[in-house]
């Protein structure tokens, strides 16, 4: 069945690769990767292949990163994403010396090239994505492997138990380390082996915020700041509606707009314009605006700690399943989430028992803002009671590294 759907998307793969050139909705330098092509030369050193699907999954791992470059650091971190505005965000990490380079299309002949080049000692496959021909390919080479933060929703696993564990190239793993409880019975209905299944804590509350940037702190009034991160489409409508309703009753509330995909930002500079409502982007005015939008990936870790109130995007909309609460948490910011959390289903629903988020839904969205803003100090103060920062994570951190193959 693998084989059949691999052979029936070649074709439309290759187009659409070509599509995205010719369009110049991608470069020829993504390209060549999709095809299995460096393009950048090899260092000698010993490879270690990690791949996650975006920015915030490689975010949720830098802990882990930061440790093997100081610990292994007579190999190469080879990181592949999906998203080229990933790899241009993780240009910028300057504290983490690593090789990017767009994933290969998980097509045979394009994974044996990439694995013939590259040739890594070690692969971590990073939270939800299954490319069962390059977990083949992998095996087939006996490249020690491991999933780090792995994530398999119920409608997920329901979806892949028609294939199985051994088809799907997940019984090569030597460990998968499940970010919950759900998604290590979820691994173990498809059938790898209970010993390889690990259930740890998410690696996403491993995060540790750089501070912000002190020209924005001092432009903004924490206590009258609202962010609201990681917005879809169809919540940035929503969002402003609530927003606009509270500025009648305070004009001096503040909006910071991140979208996910920053290139809808037109779009959401438009909504704003829309509600008469003053708009401007992040960081090219001295006073900010009513609304600012933020147009660039890898700024958000530097805005939380700018509002005293975020709305967690990705959750007023079915079908994306919430972004991480963490983040928030951390720079204790109050959370306040849509209904829609399905990814961070346990941390939400432990965070509203204990009253420290808000969840509503659309037509709830104003009165939950103006609910956050009355008491965010206590939510968040609470938030990071029931969150607290984890310990010291080295010796899970050697856990993986030996079944990686590194110790």
């Given at each position: 069945?693998?084989?059949?759907?691999?052979?029936?998307?070649?074709l439309?793969?290759?187009?659409?690769?070509?599509?995205?050139?010719?369009?110049?909705?991608s470069?020829?330098?993504?390209?060549?990767n999709?095809?299995?092509?460096?393009?950048?030369?090899?260092?000698?050193?010993?490879?270690?292949?990690?791949?996650?699907?975006?920015?915030?999954?490689?975010?949720?791992?830098?802990?882990?990163?930061?440790?093997?470059?100081?610990?292994f650091?007579?190999?190469?971190?080879?990181?592949?994403t999906n998203?080229?505005?990933?790899?241009?965000?993780?240009?910028?990490?300057?504290?983490?010396?690593?090789?990017?380079?767009?994933?290969p299309l998980d097509l045979?002949?394009?994974?044996?090239r990439?694995?013939?080049?590259?040739?890594?000692?070690?692969?971590?496959?990073i939270?939800?994505?299954i490319?069962?021909?390059?977990?083949?390919?992998l095996?087939?080479k006996?490249?020690?492997?491991?999933?780090?933060?792995?994530?398999?929703?119920?409608?997920?696993?329901?979806?892949?138990?028609?294939?199985?564990?051994?088809p799907?190239?997940?019984?090569?793993?030597?460990?998968?380390?499940a970010?919950?409880?759900?998604?290590?019975?979820n691994?173990?209905?498809?059938?790898?082996?209970q010993?390889?299944?690990r259930?740890?804590?998410?690696?996403?509350?491993?995060?540790?915020?750089?501070?912000?940037?002190?020209?924005?702190?001092?432009?903004?009034?924490?206590?009258?700041?609202?962010?609201?991160?990681?917005?879809?489409e169809?919540?940035?409508?929503?969002?402003?509606?609530?927003?606009?309703t509270?500025?009648?009753?305070?004009?001096?509330?503040?909006?910071?707009?991140v979208?996910?995909?920053?290139?809808?930002?037109?779009?959401?500079?438009?909504?704003a314009?829309?509600?008469?409502?003053?708009?401007?982007?992040?960081?090219?005015?001295?006073?900010?605006?009513?609304?600012?939008?933020?147009?660039?990936?890898?700024?958000?870790?530097?805005i939380?700690?700018?509002?005293?109130?975020?709305?967690?995007?990705?959750?007023?909309?079915?079908g994306?399943?919430?972004?991480?609460?963490?983040?928030?948490?951390?720079?204790?910011?109050?959370?306040?989430?849509?209904?829609?959390?399905?990814?961070?289903?346990?941390?939400y629903?432990?965070?509203?028992?204990?009253?420290?988020?808000?969840?509503?839904?659309?037509?709830?969205?104003?009165?939950?803002?103006?609910?956050?803003?009355?008491?965010?100090?206590?939510?968040?103060?609470?938030?990071?009671?029931v969150y607290?920062?984890?310990?010291?994570?080295?010796?899970?951190?050697?856990?993986?590294?030996?079944?990686?193959?590194?110790?």
């Amino acid at each position: 069945m693998i084989k059949l759907l691999t052979y029936v998307a070649i074709l439309p793969l290759l187009v659409w690769v070509a599509l995205q050139v010719l369009l110049r909705q991608s470069s020829v330098e993504t390209a060549k990767n999709r095809l299995g092509f460096a393009t950048v030369k090899a260092s000698g050193k010993p490879v270690i292949w990690l791949h996650a699907a975006s920015l915030g999954e490689l975010t949720s791992i830098k802990p882990f990163l930061l440790y093997l470059a100081r610990d292994f650091p007579d190999h190469a971190l080879l990181i592949t994403t999906n998203n080229p505005a990933a790899l241009k965000a993780a240009r910028a990490w300057a504290d983490l010396p690593t090789v990017l380079q767009s994933a290969p299309l998980d097509l045979p002949f394009a994974i044996n090239r990439f694995l013939a080049y590259w040739s890594p000692v070690g692969f971590v496959n990073i939270e939800s994505e299954i490319w069962p021909n390059r977990f083949a390919s992998l095996a087939k080479k006996n490249i020690p492997s491991i999933m780090l933060n792995a994530r398999l929703s119920d409608r997920s696993a329901e979806r892949l138990s028609k294939f199985g564990a051994q088809p799907l190239g997940l019984r090569h793993f030597n460990q998968i380390y499940a970010q919950d409880a759900g998604t290590a019975d979820n691994f173990a209905k498809l059938g790898v082996p209970q010993e390889r299944i690990r259930t740890i804590p998410n690696f996403k509350s491993l995060v540790t915020l750089p501070p912000p940037d002190p020209r924005m702190k001092t432009r903004y009034d924490r206590d009258n700041t609202v962010l609201a991160a990681s917005t879809h489409e169809g919540e940035e409508p929503v969002i402003l509606d609530a927003f606009k309703t509270l500025c009648a009753q305070n004009p001096n509330l503040r909006l910071i707009l991140v979208p996910r995909h920053p290139n809808r930002v037109p779009v959401v500079m438009k909504a704003a314009r829309d509600r008469a409502l003053m708009v401007g982007i992040y960081g090219e005015n001295i006073e900010p605006e009513q609304v600012t939008v933020v147009d660039s990936l890898g700024s958000l870790q530097r805005i939380y700690p700018l509002a005293k109130i975020t709305f967690v995007g990705g959750s007023l909309v079915q079908g994306i399943g919430g972004h991480t609460p963490y983040e928030p948490l951390r720079a204790g910011s109050a959370i306040l989430s849509g209904p829609y959390h399905s990814n961070f289903k346990q941390e939400y629903e432990t965070l509203s028992e204990k009253e420290s988020c808000i969840v509503a839904d659309k037509d709830g969205l104003a009165e939950a803002l103006a609910a956050a803003l009355a008491r965010g100090d206590d939510m968040a103060t609470t938030a990071q009671q029931v969150y607290p920062s984890a310990a010291d994570p080295t010796v899970l951190f050697n856990d993986i590294a030996q079944k990686v193959g590194l110790l």
